[in-house]
T-cell receptor
Framework: KQEVTQIPAALSVPEGENLVLNCSFT??????LQWFRQDPGKGLTSLLL?????REQTSGRLNASLDKSSGRSTLYIAASQPGDSATYLC??????????FGQGTTLQVKP | DTGVSQNPRHKITKRGQNVTFRCDPI?????LYWYRQTLGQGPEFLTY????????KSRLLSDRFSAERPKGSFSTLEIQRTEQGDSAMYLC??????????????FGQGTRLTVV
């Protein structure tokens, strides 16, 4: 059974700092991995999708990496801003096609 | 296309009543998923459809829950005889799959259910 773990559960940083969010999964047989952002009381916004054959994806200040063999992904946020404050969720897609989510990392960026 | 749309956004109901939620996916997406999320937790899988066929239903889902996707377009999720433990955010997502490949999944804004 696939299990996804995100560490840390919460993170508070000053504005401008670079930071890394971690995601680990137990079954390396995945199709892809997707990072999402969720603001309080809202739905999920897709940030980055990494296919199983890829090692990383970049979008603006965000960079996500994938090491399938070790069951790990990281989301790197450069030059953090208060508007980045949200919960970040990673999800892996296995052979049934459904997304399995971690518990999320709640990020607070202080001005 | 305006993305995945869910209605209503909020629903307050009395315990024991039935409720129905609707999800309109991105038009060309053949897969549609329903998830449930409680405070402080990640989304939990409920069920999914490939076109109009319901291919998997979580074992955590009681018989009070039913979902349909007639004609492979919009989907409805019905909860019968609601209980306070059903209070949660219900999320819908869609994606395109084919040939063993899956595109990016997009989520709607969710329906917040409160059972009083």
């Amino acid at each position: 059974k696939q299990e996804v773990t995100q560490i840390p559960a919460a993170l508070s940083v000053p504005e401008g700092e670079n930071l890394v969010l971690n995601c680990s999964f137990t079954d390396s047989a995945i199709y892809n991995l997707q990072w999402f952002r969720q603001d309080p009381g809202k739905g999920l916004t897709s940030l980055l999708l990494i296919q199983s054959s890829q090692r990383e994806q970049t979008s603006g200040r965000l960079n996500a990496s994938l090491d399938k063999s070790s069951g790990r992904s990281t989301l790197y946020i450069a030059a953090s801003q208060p508007g980045d404050s949200a919960t970040y969720l990673c999800a892996v897609r296995g052979n049934t096609g459904k997304l399995i989510f971690g518990q999320g990392t709640t990020l607070q960026v202080k001005p | 296309d305006t993305g995945v749309s869910q209605n209503p956004r909020h629903k307050i109901t009395k315990r024991g009543q039935n409720v129905t939620f609707r999800c309109d996916p991105i038009s060309e997406h053949n897969r549609l998923y329903w998830y449930r999320q409680t405070l402080g937790q990640g989304p939990e899988f409920l069920t999914y459809f490939q076109n109009e066929a319901q291919l998997e239903k979580s074992r955590l889902l009681s018989d009070r829950f039913s979902a349909e996707r007639p004609k492979g377009s919009f989907s409805t999720l019905e909860i019968q005889r609601t209980e306070q433990g059903d209070s949660a955010m219900y999320l819908c997502a869609s994606t395109l799959s084919g040939g063993g490949e899956y595109t990016e999944a997009f989520f709607g804004q969710g329906t917040r259910l409160t059972v009083v």
